[in-house]
Every structure is written in C-alpha cells, then in structure tokens.
Antibody, heavy 118, light 108 residues
Framework: QVQLVQSGAEVKNPGSSVKVSCKAFGDTLTNYAIVWVRQAPGHGLEWMGR????????NYAQKFQGRIAITADKSTNTAFMELSSLTSEDTATFYCTASGTSEPPLFWGQGTLVTVSS | EIVLTQSPGTLSLSPGERATLSCRAS???????LAWFQQKPGQAPRLLVYGPSRRAAGIPDRFTGSGSGTDFTLTISRLEPEDFAVYYCQQYSSSPGSFGQGTKLEIK
C-alpha cells in the first residue's frame, strides 16, 4: 500500500514550465509504474505518460512529446512531472498514480491544479 | 493509439435499479487489460474493476466487469446513492493507456 502526496496548486504564465512533485509514503515508489494523468476542468481523464523506473522505461503520449518529462528520485521517494511551453489549454488538475507494471493505476495522488494565465 | 468509446454519455436511473455501462475499443485489447474507474466531484478517480472482472480491494460485489476483445461492460447490480458519479474505462495493454470519455450516472 502506498500513499501519494502531490505538491500544491500553481499559477503559471503562458510559455513557462511547471514541475509537479508526487511523494510516496508506505512503500518505495520506484517499485511501481508511475503514470501521470491530466484532467481539464469539466473534462475527462487523459493519459500523459509513464515511468517504469526499475527498467528505465518512459513512454509519453504523442500529444505531449517534446515538452514533458517524467522522472523519479529514489533518495526522496518522489516522482516528478515537468511540462513546458504551457498554454491556457494546459490548465488542469494533474494526478500522479502508481501501480504494478502490467496493471491499471491503483494508487492516486490528490491532484495538483495548474492554472495557466497571464 | 487505441480509442475507447463509452456509452451512454449520461445514464439516469433510480437507487435500487441496475446500471449497465459500455466501453468499446477501436482495436483488440490484449490480455483483457481493461479497467473501470469511478470519479466523484472534487475527488481523484478510484479503481473499481480491472482485467476486466477483478475487483480492486474494498470494492463492493455489486460492481461487475465483463467483456473481452473490443467490447466491455460495467454492471452495477443495485444502485446505492453513493454510486452516482462519473465512470471511466481505461485500457492498459498498450501505450498510451487511453481513457474513454466517461459516462455520467445521475439520479433520475
């Protein structure tokens, strides 16, 4: 059982970057597949990318390719999602999740609201 | 990329009734790697069933997942007041692990 606690809400200018953290408690985060999910206000869930740290695999959805990076720091048991070149369409709640390698997201963070506005 | 289409978009039912939610994939989903999530306003989604008929820990047995290949179903046998929410299917057999657009289950 792992508990995921994400960093707080952010307000960003268009064109800037945001880095959201996801700290794990109760187990070693890098033993899990870490998936980040985006949800725009009033909209559905969108799979952004995945990190399987133990085998060094990352996969990103094509729409985010080139401006997303998912990483993990074993020493702090924390995962990160950095998204660059932000536009107003990136205003959303971002969730980190953890699961077994061949399983769906089981554990979810509380979500981090990122607002992109000038 | 596998596209998941959920139907209906909105389902209006009363407590005690049976709910049937559908999820259709644009391609064959290998290993039946299809999951269902429930999301209530202001909360993170919660995994209900996966694989496609295994319940996650703590999920009541009124939630049943079924199907194979490209057609999957979530059935809620007797609706409780706390079941009214938005439901999403997700395939995790290939990257990207796409979600359906959701079905809103509302009280009639």
């Amino acid at each position: 059982q792992v508990q995921l606690v994400q960093s707080g809400a952010e307000v960003k200018n268009p064109g800037s970057s945001v880095k959201v953290s996801c700290k794990a408690f109760g187990d070693t985060l890098t033993n899990y597949a870490i998936v980040w999910v985006r949800q725009a206000p009033g909209h559905g869930l969108e799979w952004m990318g995945r990190l399987i740290h133990n085998v060094g695999v990352t996969n990103y959805a094509q729409k985010f390719q080139g401006r997303i990076a998912i990483t993990a720091d074993k020493s702090t048991n924390t995962a990160f999602m950095e998204l660059s070149s932000l536009t107003s369409e990136d205003t959303a709640t971002f969730y980190c999740t953890a699961s077994g390698t061949s399983e769906p997201p089981l554990f979810w963070g509380q979500g981090t609201l990122v607002t992109v506005s000038s | 990329e596998i596209v998941l289409t959920q139907s209906p978009g909105t389902l209006s039912l009363s407590p005690g009734e049976r709910a049937t939610l559908s999820c259709r994939a644009s391609q064959f989903i290998y290993s039946n790697s299809l999951a269902w999530f429930q999301q209530k306003p202001g909360q993170a989604p919660r995994l209900l069933v996966y694989g496609p008929s295994r319940r996650a820990a703590g999920i009541p047995d009124r939630f049943t997942g079924s199907g194979s290949g490209t057609d999957f179903t979530l059935t809620i046998s007797r609706l409780e007041p706390e079941d009214f929410a938005v439901y999403y299917c997700q395939q995790y057999s290939s990257s990207p692990g796409s979600f359906g657009q959701g079905t809103k289950l509302e009280i009639k």
